[in-house]
């Protein structure tokens, strides 16, 4: 499969609006893995709640911590002697009033855990920043990220409408990680290629759109062309300017999206003919 599309969907079928019980996505990522478009498909995500029910699987997992920092620790050590491989750790700052003193709280209890030998140093730490736009704060939280060289988590959709970020707002996040020489995750309503109104009525960003974003804005283009390649709800429109980016060479810094469903982006990738020689 083309380097563009490696690993670019973390099958995230047990999150809503799929909501498959467990041991059903758990079927359904092996099946996924035993199919000519595996390549496609990243790590299965599950919930640090989920880990005794994986005992010794062979899946490869990124855990996403449902409880505070003080959780990082006991979710690594059940991780290891459930002898479970762990691919990811993700966890969303619970403080929005003060996302710097969470974000550094995560970064003590990262590095406790992996003083302790519970978790690996090359395992990447994903931070989700409250949803409150790149505001001072919201910067300077970023900033810790950084700086702990963990990488962040966007939230680009949801079951609400405020859980779907503004196109400018998705742009300047994008800005603040790539400043920050920051990779990143997006989650949640990212199902398809192309931006779109949902049959949820909300709009949707689509992943092709934000590949294609991330690779302009590293090359230096401007903040308001950015936001326009967000809008672009023409498919024809945004493969054209996929097509003359090294989209391979953005996926160093977007380097995957949780998604429930991964027919969807594969069926997207095909109707559009980003896969016909693959």
């Known amino acids: 499969m083309p380097a563009a599309w490696r690993g670019l969907v973390d099958d995230a079928a047990i999150f809503p609006p799929g909501d498959l019980p467990l041991g059903e996505a758990a079927a359904a990522h092996r099946a996924h893995r035993d199919t000519p478009y595996a390549d496609l498909v990243g790590s299965f995500v599950v919930r640090d709640t989920d880990l005794p029910a994986l005992k010794a699987t062979p899946l490869v997992l990124s855990v996403v911590v449902t409880g505070g920092a003080g959780q990082v620790a006991g979710t690594a050590g059940l991780a290891r002697k459930l002898h479970v491989a762990v691919a990811g750790v993700e966890i969303a700052l619970r403080d929005p009033e ?10 003590a209890a990262v590095d406790a855990a992996r003083s302790d ?33 963990f990488r962040l988590k966007f939230r680009t959709g949801g079951l609400e409408a405020g859980a779907f970020p503004a196109a400018h707002a998705l742009a300047r996040w994008i800005d603040a990680a790539l400043d920050r020489e920051t990779p990143f ?48 709800r023409s498919p024809a429109a945004v493969v054209e300017t996929a097509a003359e980016l090294d989209l391979a060479g953005a996926r160093r810094w977007f380097t995957s999206f949780g998604s429930c469903s991964v027919s969807e982006p594969l069926d997207d990738l095909l109707a559009l003919g980003l896969l016909e020689n693959a």
Do not use: M, Q
């Open 117 to 149: 030998g519970l978790l690996d140093e090359e395992v990447p730490v994903y931070v989700e920043l409250p949803h409150v736009g790149s505001t001072g704060a919201w910067l300077a939280a970023a900033d810790e990220v950084a700086a702990r060289e």
């Open 185 to 232: 995750k997006c989650t949640a309503g990212l199902h398809n290629a192309i931006r779109h109104t949902g049959t949820d009525g909300f709009e949707h960003h689509g992943f092709l759109n934000v590949l294609a974003a991330t690779r302009l804005a590293f090359d230096g283009t401007p903040l308001d062309e950015v936001v326009g390649v967000l809008e672009e």
């Open 98 to 107: 003060d996302p710097v003193g969470a974000a550094r709280r995560v970064g």
